[in-house]
């Protein structure tokens, strides 16, 4: 049963324009959320994170929003770069649960020059 | 600073044999993470442990799967034996609390194939 859910496998978006990779989750005790980037024959890197309390979190070209009452959150990255062609994953935890992170399956970003 | 170090890289074996993989945490990391990864998939959690103590270990099979993270440093994770269905990636992680507000550190995987 898939707690974190990408529905897009895929995206590509041209240099310069607004990437938006989007997730949903199911367990309402998920209070922290994160997102991974993986490049090809690499581990998942961390990108950028916010929690429950929050419905904004920025850092430089990437901003992600929660939407509690969706169970939905969103990466923007903004402009998009070539470089940031990688496979994104949603990650989400229950800090009062057993502090495991629940993946995502992914959604590729292809960032056209 | 090094990251985290997982070996082998890639490894080929036939099925029912027996296949181990190691993790080096980043220096001063307490706690480590063993995940898997099938392909199109989000990694799932197989066990953690914070130092020595393994204290999340519901998700791997312990038919088939061991652990063990002697010295609270390094850990090997060990496939007794080895299924068709084990081909995956698997990956290594640390980070410096049990509290996952903190990043996790990924290693690059190993990569298994089961013939």
Request: with cysteine; hydrophobic share 35%.
């Amino acid at each position: 049963d898939q707690q974190v859910k990408q529905n897009s496998p895929s995206l590509s978006v041209q240099e310069g324009r607004i990437s938006i990779l989007n997730c949903d989750y199911t367990n309402s005790m998920f209070d922290y959320f994160l997102w991974y980037k993986k490049y090809p024959a690499e581990g998942p890197t961390f990108l950028i994170s916010i929690s429950s309390i929050k419905d904004k979190n920025e850092d430089g070209r990437f901003t992600v929003f929660l939407n509690k009452s969706a169970k939905h959150l969103s990466l923007h990255i903004v402009p998009s770069q070539p470089g940031d062609s990688a496979v994104y994953f949603c990650a989400a935890s229950a800090q009062t649960g057993a502090n495991n992170l629940f993946f995502g399956t992914g959604t590729r970003l292809t960032v056209i020059p | 600073e090094a990251g985290v170090v997982q070996s082998p890289r890639y490894k080929i074996i036939e099925k029912k044999q027996p296949v181990a993989f190691w993790c080096n945490p980043i220096s001063g990391h307490n706690t480590l993470y063993w995940y898997l990864q099938n392909l199109g998939q989000g990694p799932e959690l197989l066990i953690r442990y914070e130092n020595e103590e393994a204290v999340d270990d519901s998700q791997l099979p312990k038919d088939r799967f061991s652990a063990e993270r002697l010295k609270g440093v390094d850990s090997t994770l060990k496939i007794q034996p080895a299924e068709l269905g084990d081909s995956a990636v698997y990956l290594c992680a640390s980070s410096l609390g049990g509290q996952v507000s903190g990043e996790l550190f990924f290693g690059e995987g190993s990569r298994l194939t089961v013939l």
